[in-house]
C-alpha cells in the first residue's frame, strides 16, 4: 500500500533549525507534485511548499518563504523540508502528501510529525 513516513520533527528554539524527511513507499503511479502542509490547533490546514517531482520547480506560501526549504531526492523516493529561522507561529503539525499524476489532487498523506517552536 501507499505510504508516507515522517520523521525530523522535535522540539527548537526561535531562530532555529529542522530538516524533516517524508519518504514514500508502495507507489503504482507517478507522483506530479510532493507538499508539505501544516495544521496548528485551531487554525485550518495552511500551504507550506511543493516540488515538481519530474523537473524540481519549487513553491512556498507566503509566511515561509526565504524560510523554508523544499528538495527532494528522486533515488530515494524523499522529500525534504529544510526549516531555517523558526518562529513561534510555525508550530504545527506538518504532513507531506503525494498528489499522483493521475488524479491531480493530494490523495496521499503522511502520518504528520510534530514541530514546537518554543523558548
Known amino acids: 500500500q501507499v505510504q508516507l513516513v515522517e520523521s525530523g520533527g522535535g522540539l527548537v528554539q526561535p531562530g532555529g533549525s529542522l530538516r524533516l524527511s517524508c519518504v514514500m513507499s508502495g507507489r503504482t503511479f507517478s507522483t506530479h507534485y510532493m507538499g508539505w502542509f501544516r495544521q496548528a490547533p485551531g487554525k485550518e490546514r495552511e500551504f507550506v511548499a511543493s516540488?515538481?517531482?519530474?523537473?524540481?520547480?519549487?513553491y512556498y506560501g507566503d509566511s515561509v518563504k526565504g524560510r523554508f526549504t523544499i528538495s527532494r531526492d528522486g533515488a530515494k523516493d524523499t522529500v525534504y523540508l529544510q526549516m531555517d529561522s523558526l518562529k513561534t507561529g510555525d508550530t504545527a503539525v506538518y504532513y507531506c502528501?503525494?498528489?499522483?499524476?493521475?488524479?491531480?489532487?493530494?490523495?496521499?498523506w503522511g502520518q504528520g510529525t510534530q514541530v514546537t517552536v518554543s523558548s
Open positions: 516540488i515538481r517531482w519530474n523537473y524540481g520547480s519549487t
Open positions: 502528501a503525494d498528489q499522483p499524476v493521475t488524479t491531480g489532487r493530494y490523495d496521499y
